[in-house]
């Protein structure tokens, strides 16, 4: 027992002192010849994993273009909603770009680049429920991903009766909802117009929208090479078109002309 | 060395969602522990004492649930079974997954307890007149519990340990509010490790207890004739 408590106590101290100051993420990002990137691998058609697991959408192609302009390859790791800021914070991975949305909590951890893409967020269900605005969520079943901005916001807005429903990752918040154990679901449009494609049992229609989310790369805190080299390679991309043509890929719509942080 | 600042104050903000975090996480905990010990003596029963044809049905749900995942179970029950029109509540869904896995754990070790008992014993007791439940009860039940008790005990451990997952679907349980805290305040190694004390101690108290239940839970009374 005494013998085990030292070995726990041995490990957390280890724990602690490995986080020891270490050179610029970006001159190591050049020297491995690698962008270390979180995305999503359920949250289409931003980041998923294709019939042959082969990660596509909208945030894939963000991240290698990122990438072939810095000059490096792209190592992808899979992450939820709820993982993602952790990943970035122990330095698993080098940037989010996975559907990341910005709010005062985040942007206390970590720091955010220009948008690149944009979506909203609302409260779907099925078309003979009488849902038009928040007041009316009361005495009802809303599922929503944990930690996620549609949450916060969620949490913010709902009124006292509403049965708000946290899952861990949007699989599971949109298999509540289809699955008939909530009547509603907070989350972005893309996703439902994703999951409407499948052609589910249950049908989602709009009942409000919530908030525009614009999508951002996120960055570590005191990476400032790194940021600007991220905000350089956006802007370029926006300029030459490339990012209206992933939208129009993607998201089957242009990039908003006032996008903007 | 870069210096790490603790701050526990982001997770104190959160204690009423951590205080109901560690009450579901004994409601768990002792639903599971009721349900599975009935459901596992049950069993055991089934396995040890009826005719061998009707011994099937429980050791095929014993197996069933003994080579599946109890992550896969439980979405089983929460996820799946809307489709046959059975919708039960993330809670609902997670108290039967439990007591289903449990209970099948459970059975296994009685039945080794159960296998120990002597037929010396058995014989004894049936020629002094008792009758077969008696006999079951006193002299192979209670005996077999004693035996196998403290890898009982350790099965509720573990139990309470795997009610962690119930998380996954919406159960607001002790994993639940860490994560909840987490998704809030980014402080993860802060929220964690409180998560993981509490856990912890749980656990440590919950064994230090059921190891020393037996003592008063299975006293053997003088048994009197039929």
Known sequence: ?261 | MATISLDFSAIFNYTPVLLRGIFLTIELTLVGALGGFVVGVLCAWARTNAPPRARYPFVAYVEFIRNTPFLVQLFFLFFGLPSLGIRLSGFQASCLAIILNTGAYNSEIMRAGIDATSKGQIEAAASLGLTRVLIFFHVVLVPALKRVWPALASQVVLMMLDSSVCSQVSVEELTFAGSFIQSRNFRSFETYLIITCIYFILSYIARRFLLKSDEWLLVRRKVTHG
């Open chain 1, 1 to 261: 027992m005494r013998k085990g408590l030292i070995i726990i106590f041995a490990a957390l101290a280890t724990t602690l002192c490995s986080v020891a100051a270490r050179a610029d993420t970006l001159d190591d990002i050049k020297a491995a010849k690698k962008l270390r990137v979180a995305v999503m691998q359920d949250y289409p058609p931003f980041g998923f994993a294709g019939p042959d697991m082969q990660y596509m959408g909208i945030d894939i192609d963000v991240a290698n273009e990122l990438a072939r302009r810095l000059g490096v390859k792209v190592e992808l790791t899979p992450v939820t909603g709820a993982n993602r800021i952790p990943y970035l914070q122990t330095k698993k991975v080098d940037l989010i770009i996975a559907c990341l949305g910005k709010n005062a909590e985040r942007a206390k951890v970590i720091d955010f680049s220009a948008p690149y893409a944009a979506e909203y967020e609302g409260i779907f269900g099925t078309s003979e429920l009488k849902v038009s605005k928040p007041a009316d969520l009361a005495g009802h079943s809303i599922s929503v991903s944990r930690g996620a901005t549609e949450d916060l916001q969620l949490t913010n807005l709902a009124p006292a009766g509403a049965d708000i429903r946290r899952f861990e990752d949007n699989n599971g918040t949109l298999s509540a909802f289809t699955s008939g154990q909530v009547d509603m679901v907070a989350t972005g449009n893309t996703a439902i117009m994703t999951l409407m494609k499948k052609n589910p049992a249950r049908k989602a229609v709009l009942k409000f929208k919530m908030f525009d989310e614009p999508a951002y790369v996120g960055v570590n805190k005191g990476e400032a090479r790194l940021m600007q080299t991220v905000n350089d390679i956006i802007a370029k991309l926006r300029a030459d078109g490339t990012l209206n043509t992933l939208s129009l890929k993607w998201l089957e719509a242009p990039l908003s002309p006032d996008l903007h942080d």
